[in-house]
C-alpha cells in the first residue's frame, strides 16, 4: 500500500470539488466586490470535463450587457502553454458572446503571471493565499503541544498521506465530500496512518466538519506544519500553518505555496517517509518563536494583498468611480474572499436593488 501512494502521480485533471457544481447550477463559489461598476472575485481552475466557467452562466446572461471584471483566482497550478492557450480561446469565446466582459487572471507563481501574459490575458502575479484571514489563523500561547506534525489535506491521493507514515505524533485535519472523495483512498488512510489523531472523527464519533477556529486550535496543538503534495495550487494550509506560527515541513512542488516560505522556518524535505520525519524533529527543535514567523509571513501577505486592492482601485478609476477601495477592504473582506456556494438568485437580487 505504502508504495502505491508513493508512486502516485497527480493526474492533469484539476480541482475535483468543482464537479458538483455541473449538478447545481444555481450556485458557485464566488464573492461580490462591487455592484457599481460590477467586479467578482472568482476562484476558478480548469477541469477537463468542465466547460470553463459554465456554472456562472446564469451570472454572465444577467450581466450580458454591463461592463463586468471577473477577478479570476486560480486555485491549481497552471503553467504549461498548451493549457494557458486553450483557457485563453475559451475566454475569446466567451467575449464575443459578452464582450463588456473582462477577465484578470490573480497568479500564483511568477511563471504562470508570465505564460499568461504571453497568451494575451490580462494577470497579476497575486497569490491567493494572500486571502486567508489573520484574525482567525494565530497563535494561542495558552494551548499546549500534543503533536509533532498535523496535515491539512484531504484524503485524496495527490496530497500524498504516506509520506507522513513516521511522524510519531500526527494529527490529522481533512474534509470530505461522499461526491467525490474515493471510498478506497479514505480506507486507505486510515489504515495507513492509524497512529494518527483524526480531528474530523472525535473520540472515534462520525466525520464532522471543523469551522475555521477550532482548525486553527488543533494547528496551536501541533508544533509543524505538513505540505505534502508534488502539485496543487498555492494550498491555503500552507499559510494557515505560518500564520499560526507553525513551522513548515514541504516537500518540492509546483504550484505556488513556496511563494510565502522563508528558509528560517520552512524546510524541504525528500519525498520519502524518513526525510519528512527526520525534518519534522529537527523543525520542532530548531524552529523561531510563533511570532517571529507569523509576523515575516505576514510581510508577504501584505505584497500581495496591496497588488490586489491596487487593482480594484484602478478599475473604479477606469470606470470613473469615485470611491476608495483601502477604505472599502476591512468591511468587504472574509476568509478567503468567497463563499463556497454563494447563491445566483441573491446575487442578482443585490444588483436588482441597487439600481
Known amino acids: 500500500m505504502l508504495e502505491s501512494f508513493l508512486r502516485y502521480k497527480p493526474r492533469s485533471k484539476l480541482m475535483n470539488w468543482l464537479r458538483p457544481l455541473r449538478r447545481d447550477l444555481e450556485r458557485a463559489p464566488y464573492s461580490v466586490i462591487s455592484v457599481a461598476p460590477p467586479i467578482f472575485y472568482v476562484p476558478y481552475s480548469i477541469d477537463d470535463q468542465l466547460v470553463p466557467m459554465s456554472y456562472l452562466d446564469r451570472l454572465y446572461q444577467y450581466l450580458q450587457h454591463h461592463r463586468t471584471t471577473f477577478l479570476m483566482g486560480w486555485c491549481w497550478q497552471i503553467e504549461e502553454p498548451k493549457k494557458i492557450q486553450a483557457f485563453a480561446r475559451a475566454q475569446q469565446t466567451h467575449r464575443q458572446r459578452y464582450p463588456g466582459h473582462r477577465f484578470i487572471h490573480l497568479c500564483n507563481t511568477t511563471r504562470q503571471f508570465q505564460n499568461f501574459r504571453d497568451q494575451g490575458l490580462e494577470a497579476?502575479?497575486?497569490?491567493?493565499?494572500?486571502?486567508?484571514?489573520?484574525?482567525?489563523?494565530?497563535?494561542?500561547?495558552?494551548?499546549?503541544?500534543?503533536?509533532?506534525?498535523?496535515?491539512?489535506?484531504?484524503?485524496?491521493?495527490?496530497?500524498?498521506?504516506?509520506?507522513?507514515?513516521?511522524?510519531?505524533?500526527?494529527?490529522?485535519?481533512?474534509?470530505?465530500?461522499?461526491?467525490?472523495?474515493?471510498?478506497?483512498?479514505?480506507?486507505?488512510?486510515?489504515?495507513?496512518?492509524?497512529?494518527?489523531?483524526?480531528?474530523?472523527?472525535?473520540?472515534?464519533?462520525?466525520?464532522?466538519?471543523?469551522?475555521?477556529?477550532?482548525?486553527?486550535?488543533?494547528?496551536?496543538?501541533?508544533?509543524?506544519?505538513?505540505?505534502?503534495?508534488?502539485?496543487?495550487?498555492?494550498?491555503?494550509?500552507?499559510?494557515?500553518?505560518?500564520?499560526?506560527?507553525?513551522?513548515?515541513?514541504?516537500?518540492?512542488?509546483?504550484?505556488?505555496?513556496?511563494?510565502?516560505?522563508?528558509?528560517?522556518?520552512?524546510?524541504?524535505?525528500?519525498?520519502?517517509?524518513?526525510?519528512?520525519?527526520?525534518?519534522?524533529?529537527?523543525?520542532?527543535?530548531?524552529?523561531?518563536?510563533?511570532?517571529?514567523?507569523r509576523a515575516r509571513t505576514l510581510e508577504k501577505i501584505l505584497i500581495h494583498r496591496r497588488r490586489l486592492i491596487e487593482l480594484v482601485q484602478k478599475i473604479y478609476d477606469e470606470e470613473g468611480v469615485a470611491r476608495n477601495f483601502q477604505a472599502e477592504w476591512p468591511e468587504l473582506f472574509f476568509n478567503k474572499l468567497y463563499s463556497a456556494k454563494q447563491s445566483h438568485q441573491e446575487t442578482i437580487n443585490l444588483f436588482e436593488q441597487s439600481r
Do not use: W
Open 124 to 293: 497579476i502575479f497575486c497569490s491567493h493565499n494572500c486571502l486567508v484571514d489573520e484574525s482567525i489563523f494565530r497563535p494561542l500561547p495558552e494551548v499546549s503541544k500534543q503533536f509533532d506534525a498535523v496535515y491539512d489535506a484531504r484524503f485524496i491521493l495527490h496530497k500524498r498521506h504516506a509520506l507522513a507514515a513516521q511522524v510519531p505524533r500526527l494529527a490529522l485535519i481533512y474534509a470530505t465530500d461522499p461526491h467525490i472523495d474515493s471510498p478506497e483512498a479514505i480506507r486507505d488512510v486510515k489504515h495507513l496512518l492509524a497512529h494518527a489523531h483524526f480531528a474530523n472523527h472525535p473520540a472515534g464519533g462520525d466525520y464532522r466538519a471543523l469551522s475555521a477556529t477550532e482548525v486553527n486550535r488543533c494547528l496551536n496543538q501541533s508544533r509543524v506544519g505538513l505540505c505534502l503534495s508534488a502539485v496543487e495550487g498555492a494550498m491555503y494550509a500552507s499559510i494557515q500553518y505560518l500564520l499560526a506560527g507553525l513551522p513548515v515541513v514541504t516537500t518540492h512542488s509546483e504550484g505556488g505555496r513556496d511563494v510565502m516560505f522563508d528558509e528560517n522556518f520552512v524546510h524541504f524535505a525528500e519525498a520519502t517517509p524518513e526525510s519528512v520525519a527526520a525534518a519534522v524533529d529537527r523543525l520542532s527543535r530548531e524552529a523561531p518563536p510563533p511570532e517571529f514567523i
